[in-house]
């Protein structure tokens, strides 16, 4: 008996590699997703890809390990730097009321006494005026001046 040799036993060597296979295949898949929510147009998947991109590696950040220490550090930094803005605009409105205050008492003061003066002198006047007739009508009867 003869033996011929064998073709199907695969050869001996290292195995092949198929992950750049596997990777590439992916890639055009995703490529051809975006490609296609598109609708053909190149630019739109392009942007939108990057979006997702942003999107992705945001979350990835926001995910790793001390990330939390950070986000409540710079938490705290904002709420205090707020805090130090509104009570320094607070203490800013109460120096503007302090000074409308200081010019209504003022303003008040000033119309007060010139009300007043005017009100003595309107006085006088119905005073004099007064006095006059009051001797005018007594002279009438004799009895005044």
């Given at each position: 008996m003869t033996t011929s040799p064998r073709t199907d036993i695969p050869k001996a060597g290292p195995p092949k590699n198929r992950i750049p296979l596997i990777l590439g295949l992916g890639a055009a898949g995703v490529l051809g997703y975006y490609f296609y929510t598109a609708g053909g147009?190149?630019?739109?998947?392009?942007?939108?890809?990057?979006?997702?991109?942003?999107?992705?590696?945001?979350s990835i950040r926001d995910e790793l390990p001390g990330r939390e220490k950070e986000v409540k550090t710079g938490a705290e930094e904002t709420m205090?730097?707020?805090?130090?803005?509104i009570d320094s605009k607070v203490e800013e409105g109460k120096q503007r009321i302090a000074e409308g205050v200081q010019r209504l008492d003022q303003g008040t003061q000033s119309t007060?006494?010139?009300?007043?003066?005017?009100?003595?002198?309107?006085?006088r006047k119905i005073e004099a005026e007064a006095a006059k007739a009051k001797g005018g009508i007594m002279s009438w009867f004799g009895w005044g001046k």
């Open positions: 147009d190149l630019n739109i998947a392009k942007k939108a890809a990057e979006h997702d991109a942003a999107k992705v590696s945001s205090a730097r707020a805090g130090a803005t007060k006494s010139t009300v007043l003066g005017k009100i003595d002198e309107a006085d």
